[in-house]
């Protein structure tokens, strides 16, 4: 595994593979790495012949800058995983590679009404940073495969919306939300997790998969007022959203047609940790 600090030194090594015709994929990761992240890794290895996972917590990302400082760091162990994985290159930028410019940007990414919805009206901007820092992830490694996982669904579609505005050659392979074995999605944020609220936190998937299965038999509103008790009784403190949406576009639907795809996504804070997921209703 090699391991590269700058951009320079990453974009010669990869020119060098790419002229070998290899294959390049790419896993942009914070840190604190699981198995979830680990599963991206593995599909990329699978497609491609050379894979690149980075390791960059981005600070222009975090709306709460409690929650940036807050960011588990686990480096040591993340490296070892990595390796363990068979990770080929590991991207370690520094904030000022990333950002030589200063982290305060006039650029502004138009990706519509996603901006504005769900993740982005309880995390204002939070989008725009992800747009930045990807944008120039994806100039630097300019990878054939990019793997993100589903777990960040409206993320995936504001990824797709920047690599069709920005004509970039790479394609999204978007993997599975991988849970641990009682259905929690897998999260860096689960380390924060004090043991009481790691066992309630698993309320927020009951109540995504309660409202994925009694879809055909009740009104969604009530559905969705249930679910939101699920989360709640279980000791969340607050629910920013639960939602059902055209799987497609994320637009928020009055009920099932039993035909459109849905997605059924919800965010919530157990003892101060703010957790996302989704359950997707094919
Ligand atoms: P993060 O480090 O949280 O920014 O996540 C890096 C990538 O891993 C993103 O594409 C996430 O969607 C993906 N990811 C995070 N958790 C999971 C999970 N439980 N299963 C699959 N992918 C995940």
Same mark, same amino acid.
């Given at each position: 595994?090699?391991?590269?600090?700058?951009?320079?030194?990453l974009?010669?090594?990869?020119?060098?593979?790419?002229?070998?015709?290899?294959?390049?994929?790419?896993?942009?990761?914070?840190?604190?790495?699981?198995?979830?992240?680990?599963?991206?890794?593995?599909?990329?290895?699978?497609?491609?012949? %050379?894979?690149?996972?980075?390791?960059?917590?981005? #600070?222009?990302?975090?709306?709460?800058?409690?929650?940036?400082?807050?960011y588990?760091?686990?480096?040591?162990?993340?490296?070892?995983?990595?390796?363990?994985?068979?990770?080929?290159i590991?991207? *370690? #930028?520094?904030?000022?590679?990333?950002?030589?410019?200063?982290?305060?940007?006039?650029?502004?990414?138009? !990706?519509?009404?996603?901006?504005?919805?769900?993740?982005?009206?309880?995390?204002?901007?939070?989008?725009?940073? %992800?747009?930045?820092?990807?944008?120039?992830?994806?100039?630097?490694?300019?990878?054939?495969?990019?793997?993100?996982?589903?777990?960040?669904?409206?993320?995936?579609?504001? %990824?797709?919306?920047?690599?069709?505005?920005?004509?970039?050659?790479?394609?999204?392979?978007?993997?599975?939300?991988?849970?641990?074995?009682?259905?929690?999605?897998?999260?860096?944020?689960?380390?924060?997790?004090?043991?009481d609220?790691?066992q309630?936190? *698993?309320?927020?998937?009951?109540?995504?998969?309660?409202?994925?299965?009694?879809?055909?038999?009740?009104?969604?509103?009530?559905?969705?007022?249930?679910?939101?008790?699920? !989360?709640?009784?279980?000791?969340?403190?607050?629910?920013?959203?639960?939602?059902?949406?055209?799987?497609?576009?994320?637009?928020? %639907?009055?009920?099932?047609?039993?035909?459109?795809?849905?997605?059924?996504?919800?965010?919530?804070?157990?003892?101060?940790?703010?957790?996302?997921?989704?359950?997707?209703i094919?």
């Amino acid at each position: 595994m090699i391991l590269f600090k700058e951009a320079k030194d990453l974009k010669k090594h990869l020119e060098k593979c790419k002229a070998q015709g290899q294959s390049v994929g790419f896993v942009p990761t914070m840190g604190a790495l699981h198995q979830g992240h680990l599963a991206l890794v593995q599909q990329s290895r699978m497609e491609c012949g %050379v894979t690149v996972c980075s390791i960059f917590v981005n #600070p222009t990302q975090f709306n709460d800058p409690g929650d940036f400082e807050k960011y588990p760091v686990t480096i040591e162990n993340d490296l070892f995983l990595l390796e363990k994985q068979g990770t080929d290159i590991v991207f *370690l #930028p520094s904030v000022a590679e990333m950002y030589p410019e200063g982290l305060h940007s006039t650029i502004h990414y138009d !990706i519509g009404y996603l901006e504005n919805i769900l993740e982005g009206y309880y995390r204002p901007g939070h989008f725009q940073g %992800v747009c930045r820092v990807l944008h120039k992830f994806l100039n630097m490694v300019n990878p054939h495969i990019m793997f993100m996982g589903r777990k960040d669904y409206q993320q995936c579609m504001v %990824v797709k919306k920047l690599i069709e505005l920005y004509n970039i050659p790479t394609l999204l392979s978007i993997v599975d939300t991988l849970r641990e074995p009682d259905g929690l999605a897998m999260s860096s944020r689960n380390m924060r997790l004090q043991t009481d609220d790691r066992q309630k936190a *698993l309320a927020i998937y009951k109540a995504l998969s309660y409202i994925k299965d009694n879809i055909t038999n009740s009104p969604l509103p009530q559905l969705l007022q249930e679910a939101g008790s699920i !989360i709640l009784q279980a000791g969340f403190e607050k629910i920013d959203y639960i939602q059902v949406c055209n799987a497609d576009t994320l637009q928020p %639907v009055a009920a099932s047609d039993g035909i459109t795809p849905l997605v059924a996504l919800a965010a919530a804070f157990i003892g101060g940790v703010r957790l996302i997921d989704n359950v997707l209703i094919d």
